[in-house]
């Protein structure tokens, strides 16, 4: 027994090169797949990442694109490699190729390589480890079946299997030096990682901005004092501002996401005693003199397989979690208008504290509900504050997608203010409208309905109508003048990849907030102000955008004499 164990071991030590040679034969191929033009490897690695909300593996972004043979397909009988006799099986290995002869020797005389079921081998794709590993030991049971039998090996294989050795052992060292190299740099990174579990995102915007026109003036202005049309100056200077973000979104589970979002900005809001509109505010704008501050924090975590649970904590908006059906909501790469966006119903609830569900109802739907405090007020326990005394909105929205090409989302907002705290068209539309009952507490009533379709890849139509019944809830001198509708809507035109890659063209027309009914102490103009807009977004790298558009605001305020105001602004944008 022990004569012959001795004699296993030394004739495994004698043909382990043909292991080393296969092994080497093997990581060959693979890289001469890397090296083929435009192989089955380089088409899936073309294929883009899906993002993931934890994204914290270095391997992940690699691992979703490679499209390589499973361990379920392993298993499946269906997808058995099949072990052949001859090289003249393997369909698509012809006489021509590099290793032909390598391929015949280990599949004639030793039955090492095996094929696929359709009768290829597949030379020229990426060799994943479960594949090696089954290759190799189908080589391991011809060697020890060598071992057990009487044949041995005869003297021209032995030196065959020596010739090999000695041809490899450059390259086999090669490899050892970059797989050590490899795990020094894995062990660096795992040492100077940002986080295990956190994901840092930034983005930063530079804006040259300025408006011409005077300033709106008159009944539901800013200027009311001022008759309609009497301004005759400009009173805005260009400006260049900044806006700061840095998001931290943490992962626990890998299904489910904290986000932390810090904030620092100086662009001013066109508006006020400036341009004597909201109508005119840009929509990334907002200034706390570049200070840090924190913004959105929120917590999305599964329930169940189909209901998301959202813990906001401060100055959440809808839109963090929900879809607005709009191409051009994002404040960073889309409309330069804060009208533009998005269906001001959906504003109602902005900066807020709450919890919010995301239910999916099959393939095709999507319902979300929530309940939203704004923050300032949620964390306030004095009177007319809290989670149910200050100013919140539930909300309910709907959104059916049947087909990539089409979406349509149905929206249902309960709002409530206290007295002076009154805002139901989201700062986009002028005091009427904002607030229709002079700051006494308010409740609405919103309805609104998006719509987004798709006629090519390179054209989207898109758009909104909302409706507020608002109803006043404090002292007035009429209870039966105690009701205001107030209605809004738009048109959104969307050309991506225009004129190249990433790039978007953008069209606005629409009706900010108005006041239709409202006989409470006359806030209610005849008037009707238009809003166009146009702006073109060029991808200048991966990372970097610049935005030039501008768009006009006619009959400002709802008064016929109020001058035309157009807004102009160059708005770069930095993401990383």
């Given at each position: 027994m022990?004569?012959?164990?001795?004699?296993?071991?030394?004739f495994l030590l004698r043909v382990s090169p043909v292991l080393v040679g296969m092994t080497?034969?093997?990581?060959?191929?693979?890289?001469?797949?890397?090296?083929?033009?435009?192989?089955?490897?380089?088409?899936?690695?073309?294929?883009?990442?899906?993002?993931?909300?934890k994204g914290l593996d270095v391997t992940a972004e690699s691992e979703k694109v490679a499209q390589f043979t499973s361990v379920s397909e392993l298993a499946d009988p269906t997808t058995e490699l099949s072990q052949v006799t001859s090289v003249s099986q393997l369909s698509d290995v012809q006489p021509t190729d590099w290793a032909f002869q390598a391929l015949q020797s280990l599949v004639e005389r030793y039955g090492c390589i095996a094929g696929y079921p359709d009768g290829t081998y597949r030379g020229n794709r990426a060799l994943t480890r479960y594949e090696f590993a089954a290759g190799l030991n189908a080589c391991l049971d011809q060697v020890l079946a060598l071992v057990g039998g009487d044949e041995g090996i005869d003297p021209e294989s032995l030196a065959t299997i020596r010739r090999l050795q000695e041809e490899f052992a450059a390259e086999l060292a090669t490899l050892r030096g970059r797989v050590d190299a490899l795990e020094a740099r894995t062990?660096?990174?795992?040492?100077?990682?940002?986080?295990?579990?956190?994901?840092?995102?930034?983005?930063?915007?530079?804006?040259?901005?300025?408006?011409?026109g005077a300033p709106a003036s008159g009944e539901g202005s800013a200027i009311p004092g001022i008759p309609a049309g009497d301004t005759n100056d400009d009173n805005t200077q260009t400006i260049f501002a900044d806006r700061v973000r840095l998001t931290l979104d943490t992962s626990f589970t890998g299904k489910d996401r904290l986000r932390t979002r810090l904030q620092a900005r100086n662009i001013t809001s066109f508006r006020g005693g400036l341009t004597g509109t909201n109508m005119t505010r840009l929509g990334f704008d907002g200034n706390n003199g570049n200070n840090v501050e924190l913004d959105d924090l929120y917590y999305k975590f599964p329930a169940t397989d189909n209901v998301d649970v959202i813990l906001a904590g401060n100055s959440v908006e809808p839109r963090d979690f929900i879809d607005v059906v709009s191409p051009i909501a994002s404040s960073g790469s889309g409309s330069i208008s804060r009208f533009g966006r998005l269906n001001p119903v959906l504003r109602q609830g902005d900066d807020s504290s709450g919890l919010g569900l995301n239910i999916g109802l099959g393939d095709s739907a999507t319902l979300n509900l929530a309940y939203l405090a704004e923050s300032e007020f949620a964390s306030n326990p004095a009177e007319k504050n809290g989670l149910f005394n200050g100013q919140h909105a539930a909300l309910a929205n709907l959104v059916f997608e049947p087909s990539d090409a089409f979406k349509l989302g149905l929206s249902y907002v309960r709002y409530y203010a206290p007295g002076g705290e009154v805002n139901?068209?989201?700062?986009?539309?002028?005091?009427y409208a904002s607030d229709p009952f002079d700051g006494v507490a308010t409740t609405g009533n919103s309805l609104g309905a998006q719509v987004l379709f798709g006629v090519s890849d390179k054209f989207q139509v898109g758009g909104w109508y909302g409706v507020t019944f608002a109803n006043a809830q404090g002292d007035i001198i009429d209870d039966n003048n105690?009701?205001?509708t107030i209605m809004n809507g738009a048109l959104q035109l969307a050309f991506p990849d225009l004129g190249g890659d990433g790039n978007l063209l953008g069209i606005v027309a629409g009706i900010p907030p108005k006041a239709t009914r409202n006989e409470f102490s006359g806030r209610r103009v005849g008037d009707t102000s238009y809003h166009l807009e146009g702006f073109y977004r060029i991808q200048v790298s991966d990372n970097i955008s610049v935005t030039p558009g501008a768009f006009a605001v006619f009959r400002p305020a709802y008064q016929e004499d109020n001058d035309t105001i157009v807004v102009g602004t160059i708005r770069t944008t930095f993401k990383f």
């Open positions: 022990n004569e012959m164990n001795s004699k296993t071991i030394s080497s034969l093997i990581w060959g191929t693979a890289a001469i797949a890397q090296e083929a033009p435009q192989t089955l490897a380089e088409k899936q690695a073309e294929v883009p990442a899906v993002e993931t909300t062990a660096e990174l795992e040492a100077n990682q940002f986080s295990t579990t956190t994901k840092l995102k930034g983005e930063v915007i530079f804006a040259l901005a300025d408006t011409w139901l068209s989201g700062s986009t539309g002028d005091a105690d009701s205001a």
